[in-house]
């Protein structure tokens, strides 16, 4: 068991405090963890072979769970963790793929093996916790799997299966010991929850392009639409299905863009009228995607509601529902992009404000339409293409923004229906947005730059 183990097992006692401070009694409550859990997986054994069934994969964690018991007790057993190297920038490619119909069936089988591991791992995680107050980790999972019936499934899927299971429960145990909110438990993944599923080498091993065609292993060669070429090292492969569709989403590796000179520095105050407003004065527009679809999202809610629930005529109102979600969902997602492109092109310094979005939307009359902006969305493509190009994206404290005066400094109150900012001191009048614009690009003093201070880089 690695030190991270320990570390979890420490987390889970928390509420009981381990067998004994001693060691020889501490030896021998592993001792008697270890009897207990050779007499679980005995009788698991056991009725297993009475029902005829196949050595459930539960019985083989149980075992492990002996086993890293009489190991610890041993005091030598040491899991080899695999040392990650330096990241370098991801980027994700994404194309649609066309299954024939045995392909789709094959698919959907490899997701549902996929669905039942992630669940089961959850399980026998929970099991080893309760019955044997140990906790498993990725290496001991991944022992068992070797005695698991694949059932036709690719190997390495289910090895990233069992690494999505350990990444939750890692994200778990960081946000319980960070004293968060919501701690979010590893769910149990339902029928229509569980969606992907990945290649986890790099490109050439379990997975190629050729002729047009994606080769994956022990599925076949499906029909893909490369919209654009790949740049960079493919690393891993995923397979999604959104709806109906397939998708194969591949991520690569590129080397880390040299920073550039910083020239241009822009304040962006992002808002509901207008999506964005720079401190140069520019506006990006609001495209408000969501309103131009609303009389149609009603009517489909409308008759979703309407037909018979359950029935198949519901089912085919559901997917046009879908559908039209999907559209606003595109279309609002090309725009962000577009918008993206135009600051990380144009700017080699991008400031925005550090909102707290998660408390913003828990005003019930603003969140649809903050939801519908989407301002981490853009915040977070600006941040990535920004980086692609060697430029930098920076937050500030959003304190005071809109109440400020850009030009003397002095603070009004500004309900958010007052659209233009008057100073009564220095008798300046600007939009208020613009107003914000410059006081959040004022608001970043950068490190390197000392000869120029931010006011003299809007004029
Ligand atoms: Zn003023």
Same mark, same amino acid.
């Given at each position: 068991?690695?030190?991270?183990?320990?570390?979890?097992?420490?987390?889970?006692?928390?509420?009981?405090?381990?067998?004994?401070?001693?060691?020889?009694?501490?030896?021998?409550?592993?001792?008697? #963890?270890?009897?207990?859990?050779?007499?679980?997986?005995?009788?698991?054994?056991?009725?297993?072979?009475?029902?005829?069934?196949?050595?459930?994969?539960?019985?083989?964690?149980?075992?492990?769970?002996?086993?890293? @018991?009489?190991?610890?007790?041993?005091?030598?057993?040491?899991?080899?963790?695999?040392?990650?190297?330096?990241?370098?920038?991801?980027? @994700?490619?994404?194309?649609? &793929?066309?299954?024939?119909?045995?392909?789709?069936?094959?698919?959907?089988?490899?997701?549902?093996? *996929? %669905?039942?591991?992630?669940?089961?791992?959850?399980?026998?995680?929970?099991?080893?916790?309760?019955?044997?107050?140990?906790?498993?980790?990725?290496?001991?999972?991944?022992?068992?799997?070797?005695?698991?019936?694949?059932?036709?499934?690719?190997?390495?899927?289910?090895?990233?299966?069992?690494?999505?299971?350990?990444?939750?429960?890692?994200?778990?145990?960081?946000?319980?010991?960070?004293? +968060?909110?919501?701690?979010?438990?590893?769910?149990?993944?339902?029928?229509?929850?569980?969606?992907?599923?990945?290649?986890?080498?790099?490109?050439?091993?379990?997975?190629?392009?050729?002729?047009?065609?994606?080769?994956?292993?022990?599925?076949?060669?499906?029909?893909?639409?490369?919209?654009?070429?790949?740049?960079?090292? #493919?690393?891993?492969?995923?397979?999604?299905? +959104?709806?109906?569709?397939?998708?194969?989403?591949?991520?690569?590796?590129?080397?880390?863009?040299?920073?550039?000179?910083?020239?241009?520095?822009?304040?962006?105050?992002?808002?509901?009228?207008?999506?964005?407003?720079?401190?140069?004065?520019?506006?990006?527009?609001?495209?408000?995607?969501?309103?131009?679809?609303?009389?149609?999202?009603?009517?489909?809610?409308?008759?979703?509601?309407?037909?018979?629930?359950?029935?198949?005529?519901?089912?085919?109102?559901? &997917?046009?529902?879908?559908?039209?979600?999907?559209?606003?969902?595109?279309?609002?997602?090309?725009?962000?992009?577009?918008?993206?492109? #135009?600051?990380?092109?144009?700017?080699? %310094?991008?400031?925005?404000?550090?909102?707290? &979005?998660?408390?913003?939307?828990?005003?019930?009359?603003?969140?649809?339409?903050?939801?519908?902006?989407?301002?981490?969305?853009? &915040?977070?493509?600006?941040?990535?293409?920004?980086?692609? @190009?060697?430029?930098?994206?920076?937050?500030?404290?959003?304190?005071?923004?809109?109440?400020?005066?850009?030009? *003397?400094?002095?603070?009004?109150?500004?309900?958010?229906?007052?659209?233009?900012?008057?100073?009564?001191?220095?008798?300046?009048?600007?939009? %208020?947005?613009?107003?914000?614009?410059?006081?959040?690009?004022?608001?970043?003093?950068?490190?390197?730059?000392?000869?120029?201070?931010?006011?003299?880089?809007?004029?």
């Amino acid at each position: 068991m690695g030190r991270r183990g320990q570390h979890n097992l420490r987390i889970l006692m928390r509420s009981k405090p381990p067998h004994t401070t001693r060691i020889d009694n501490y030896i021998i409550g592993l001792e008697e #963890i270890r009897d207990k859990l050779i007499i679980i997986s005995g009788i698991r054994a056991h009725r297993a072979r009475k029902e005829g069934t196949r050595r459930d994969v539960r019985t083989h964690s149980v075992l492990t769970c002996a086993k890293i @018991a009489s190991l610890r007790a041993s005091t030598s057993y040491t899991c080899l963790q695999v040392k990650k190297g330096i990241v370098n920038m991801r980027k @994700a490619f994404k194309y649609r &793929i066309y299954p024939a119909r045995k392909q789709n069936i094959i698919l959907l089988h490899v997701l549902a093996v *996929c %669905r039942k591991l992630y669940n089961d791992s959850i399980h026998d995680r929970q099991v080893a916790y309760e019955d044997c107050r140990c906790s498993l980790s990725y290496c001991d999972q991944q022992d068992w799997l070797k005695f698991a019936d694949k059932q036709g499934v690719y190997g390495h899927i289910l090895q990233n299966v069992l690494r999505r299971v350990d990444a939750s429960f890692r994200n778990f145990f960081r946000r319980v010991k960070n004293d +968060e909110d919501k701690v979010g438990y590893p769910r149990f993944q339902g029928r229509n929850r569980y969606d992907s599923f990945t290649y986890p080498d790099p490109y050439g091993t379990g997975y190629k392009i050729e002729g047009g065609k994606l080769h994956l292993s022990k599925i076949g060669a499906i029909r893909i639409f490369q919209h654009r070429e790949i740049e960079g090292k #493919i690393k891993t492969c995923t397979i999604k299905r +959104e709806g109906y569709r397939w998708y194969a989403s591949f991520s690569v590796e590129l080397p880390d863009s040299e920073p550039k000179e910083v020239k241009t520095s822009v304040g962006v105050d992002v808002g509901i009228t207008t999506l964005a407003t720079l401190s140069d004065g520019t506006v990006i527009e609001n495209p408000k995607t969501q309103d131009k679809y609303d009389s149609k999202l009603r009517k489909a809610h409308k008759d979703v509601s309407r037909k018979k629930k359950g029935s198949s005529n519901q089912n085919k109102q559901k &997917i046009v529902l879908a559908g039209i979600y999907r559209k606003v969902r595109n279309a609002r997602k090309d725009y962000l992009h577009k918008a993206s492109r #135009i600051l990380a092109d144009t700017y080699d %310094r991008i400031i925005f404000e550090d909102l707290q &979005i998660e408390n913003m939307v828990k005003n019930h009359h603003l969140a649809r339409s903050i939801h519908d902006a989407s301002w981490g969305i853009l &915040i977070s493509l600006t941040t990535y293409k920004a980086e692609y @190009a060697g430029g930098v994206v920076k937050l500030v404290n959003p304190r005071n923004t809109s109440k400020q005066c850009s030009v *003397c400094g002095c603070i009004q109150s500004m309900p958010l229906s007052q659209r233009t900012y008057r100073c009564p001191d220095c008798g300046a009048v600007m939009g %208020r947005d613009h107003n914000a614009a410059i006081n959040i690009l004022n608001k970043h003093v950068p490190a390197d730059c000392g000869e120029l201070t931010p006011v003299e880089m809007v004029a």
